[in-house]
């Protein structure tokens, strides 16, 4: 089967540095994606690796090894406002996105 | 402003009833979904259509019809509910199925069947 690990709760202090893990076993990798979802709300895009490496945006960073099956996320400058669950997707060999259960971040000030 | 709408946001239904989810978007991308997020577990999808005219089964279809009759429009349609399908439905549209374009997310349905 096709399954997607991320830890289910974190807890960072502001201003701190913290690395969300995914760690995934699909039919195939066509790309993995990170969301961010605050409590409530919906899921909004927040990076896409599909080659093996550090993508940087910002206070955040998403990073890839295809070989591991592995990818996180990495949130600098941590602030209030980074409390939210991150979501971990990829695209398997259908094309389909598999969707991890998600890791809900808490910022303790 | 550009973007996917559900409606409603919120419903509260009897078991039995039948119910249809309403999504549209106005970025005319060809691809659009319907998922399901219910507390410790990932996002489930539940049918899709990549483009106008067509859809696609998804991880868990049982319960649930969709119809793409235009590019903007992909309602969800529960003909007969169950409390197994109290959740929070989300609906998302993409440029194109299975790239690397994001998708964008409606505000949620958060449905209750009693």
């Known amino acids: 089967g096709q399954n997607i690990d991320q830890p289910t709760e974190m807890t960072a202090t502001e201003g701190a540095i913290v690395q969300i893990n995914c760690t995934y076993q699909t039919s195939g990798f066509n790309g993995l994606f990170w969301y961010q979802q605050h409590a409530g709300e919906a899921p909004t895009f927040l990076s896409y690796?599909?080659l093996d490496g550090l993508e940087e945006k910002g206070r955040f960073s998403s990073f890839l090894s295809r070989s591991k099956g592995y990818s996180y996320l990495l949130l600098k400058e941590l602030q209030m406002k980074d409390s939210a669950s991150y979501l971990c997707?990829?695209?398997?060999?259908?094309?389909?996105?598999?969707w991890g259960a998600g890791t809900k971040l808490i910022i303790k000030p | 402003i550009a973007g996917i709408t559900q409606a409603p946001t919120s419903q509260i239904l009897a078991a039995g009833r039948r119910m249809t989810l309403r999504c549209t978007q106005d970025?005319?991308?060809?691809?659009m979904y319907w998922y399901r997020q219910d507390l410790g577990l990932g996002l489930r999808l539940i049918h899709y259509?990549?483009?106008?005219?067509?859809?696609g089964k998804g991880e868990v279809p049982d319960g649930y019809s969709v119809s793409r009759a235009n590019t903007d429009d992909f309602p969800l349609t529960l003909a007969s509910a169950v409390p197994s399908q109290t959740s929070v439905y989300f609906c998302?549209?993409?440029?194109?199925?299975?790239?690397?374009?994001?998708?964008?997310f409606g505000q949620g349905t958060r449905l209750t069947v009693v």
């Open positions: 970025m005319r991308h060809n691809a």
């Open positions: 998302a549209s993409s440029d194109s199925a299975g790239s690397n374009t994001e998708a964008f």
């Open positions: 259509s990549n483009t106008a005219g067509t859809t």
């Open positions: 997707a990829v695209i398997d060999s259908n094309y389909q996105l598999i």
């Open positions: 690796n599909v």
